[in-house]
């Protein structure tokens, strides 16, 4: 100890040190005009950089990326496709419900476009986004986008957004351990992509995804209201309350069915499972359903009836008890109303013109 402080005390003192000249170069941040990807970058520069202090990535960094897959960069255009959209459907709906200092506080630092997906040859698994510590989120199979198909956008790109956000702010503030325990018993995270989505919304979750892990669940459910019209969401809600048949077809693949008939209306013979555009539907006056099927081959009307729910689960009250909690927990730990959030982005997709986005970029 004593040859420690005598060291320290014969090094001359930080006033009295000379600097020398820095090992870093200064390097010029001037955009070049004559680059070809001059109007991207001086967009990305101004819009994200400037006001967030966030690096968007479109020139794919492999030290950035998992050496373990084989990807390749996003293409150009559809990159300023991504970053518009990015804009207007994420940073400027939190602007206007959050304040402008919301993202500049907790928003990723960095953004990073990869063209390919990360698919694992073992699992089949597909790696469409991911949220590395609050810090950094990676969109994956952008040069497969095509802008003029709302439910691939809203699978791969915003609902991705969403949910990888929603994961940063989870790692801020945790949410309440009760949501946890909702879907106790039903999480599989080895075989959930072998799950059918009518399934899992049958045990109470909003994707196959969700039933992975319950970190995954809670970003999953946010993410899912926030894109899904309400048509989609309620349509989620009515599959989530049927019972669902496994069958399997002659190549071994599973299907799931939610409607079955008897042969010659007999329950004696073995039941048949049919899917739900097989048959036709008639309401009695008095607010019954009747369905059945016409069959070709006999000239016999048969009766069409649904498969029980006996998985033990009310799916719809499971899935909205967690949106419930998710609802309460943005009010609460980010004073963010999930609805109006919700609102705002189902108004800008249904109406976004990626044209006049585009020029924001183009028109520079």
């Given at each position: 100890m004593l040859l420690v402080a005598i060291g320290a005390m014969s090094l001359p003192s930080c006033s009295e040190d000379k600097l020398g000249d820095t090992i870093f170069p200064d390097v010029d941040e001037t955009l070049d005009p004559n680059s070809y990807t001059y109007k991207l970058d001086k967009f990305l520069k101004e819009n994200y950089l400037d006001k967030y202090n966030l690096t968007f990535l479109y020139k794919m960094a492999d030290v950035s990326t998992n050496m373990n897959y084989n990807l390749v960069p996003a293409t150009y255009d559809n990159s300023i496709n991504l970053a518009v959209l990015c804009k207007h459907l994420w940073f400027d709906v939190y602007d206007k419900l959050a304040g402008e200092d919301f993202l500049k506080t907790y928003g990723p630092r960095i953004i990073h476009l990869i063209g390919s997906p990360a698919l694992n040859p073992q699992s089949g698994n597909e790696i469409v986004g991911l949220a590395e510590g609050g810090i950094k989120i990676s969109l994956f199979k952008v040069n497969d986008?095509?802008?003029?198909?709302?439910?691939?956008?809203n699978e791969y790109y915003f609902k991705t957004m969403h949910h990888e956000f929603a994961h940063i702010l989870h790692q801020t503030k945790t949410y309440p351990n009760q949501f946890n325990t909702i879907s106790v018993g039903h999480y599989d995270i080895n075989n959930w992509q072998d799950r059918d989505d009518n399934q899992t919304a049958s045990l109470g979750f909003v994707s196959t995804y969700a039933s992975s892990e319950f970190r995954e669940d809670f970003a999953e459910t946010i993410a899912n209201y926030i894109v899904k019209t309400d048509a989609e969401w309620n349509r989620l809600l009515e599959?989530?309350?049927?019972?669902?048949?496994?069958?399997?077809?002659?190549?071994?693949?599973?299907?799931?069915?939610?409607?079955?008939?008897?042969?010659?209306?007999?329950?004696?013979?073995?039941?048949?499972?049919?899917?739900?555009?097989?048959?036709?539907?008639?309401?009695?006056?008095?607010?019954?359903?009747h369905r059945y099927f016409y069959d070709g081959n006999t000239g016999e009307v048969i009766e069409v009836y649904e498969v029980p729910d006996n998985d033990g689960v009310d799916g719809p009250d499971a899935i909205l008890e967690k949106l419930n909690i998710a609802r309460q927990w943005l009010k609460n730990e980010w004073n963010i109303d999930l609805d109006e959030l919700r609102q705002e982005v189902q108004d800008r997709q249904s109406s976004y013109n990626i044209e006049e986005l585009r020029k924001q970029v183009t028109d520079q």
């Open positions: 986008m095509d802008i003029n198909d709302p439910e691939m956008m599959l989530a309350g049927r019972g669902w048949e496994p069958q399997d077809d002659a190549n071994g693949y599973t299907w799931y069915y939610c409607y079955f008939y008897y042969p010659n209306n007999d329950p004696n013979e073995e039941v048949k499972y049919i899917s739900e555009w097989s048959f036709f539907t008639d309401v009695n006056e008095d607010g019954s359903v």
